[in-house]
Nanobody, 124 residues
Framework: VQLVESGGGSVQAGGSLRLACAAS????????MGWFRQAPGKEREGVAG???????LYADSVKGRFTISRDNTKKTLYLQMNSLTPEDTAMYYC???????????????????WGQGTQVTVSS
């Protein structure tokens, strides 16, 4: 499975960005996906995840501001990010794995496949 992120960039606080993750190479139609981020000097953290049945889970820090969605036809994962703050500055990674998860969607150990990341920078 290959994952390629896009949509990162620089934005001012209060602005919005939409990240996309194009997936290829799936050998099963049952898979879950998620977005993670890692800021310099910090551990990678789960931001949002979507289960096989489109059930979603969000980190408290992004609830109400970020929306994760998936287009199974296009095999693409999205992350709509609104009301961005400088604390959202990080490298954002897309991740996926076969099967299904719910409450462990934000755990990095749940995922077998990772993208290369896309940088998001929010200035004050």
């Amino acid at each position: 499975v290959q994952l390629v992120e896009s949509g990162g960039g620089s934005v001012q606080a209060g602005g919005s960005l939409r990240l996309a993750c194009a997936a290829s190479g799936y050998t099963s139609s049952s898979y879950f996906m998620g977005w993670f981020r890692q800021a310099p000097g910090k551990e990678r953290e789960g931001v949002a995840g979507v289960a096989n049945d489109d059930w979603t889970l969000y980190a408290d820090s992004v609830k109400g501001r970020f929306t994760i969605s998936r287009d199974n036809t296009k095999k693409t994962l999205y992350l709509q990010m609104n009301s961005l703050t400088p604390e959202d500055t990080a490298m954002y990674y897309c991740a996926a794995n076969y099967g299904d998860r719910r409450w462990s969607l934000l755990r990095a150990q749940s995922y077998a496949f990772w993208g290369q990341g896309t940088q998001v920078t929010v200035s004050s």
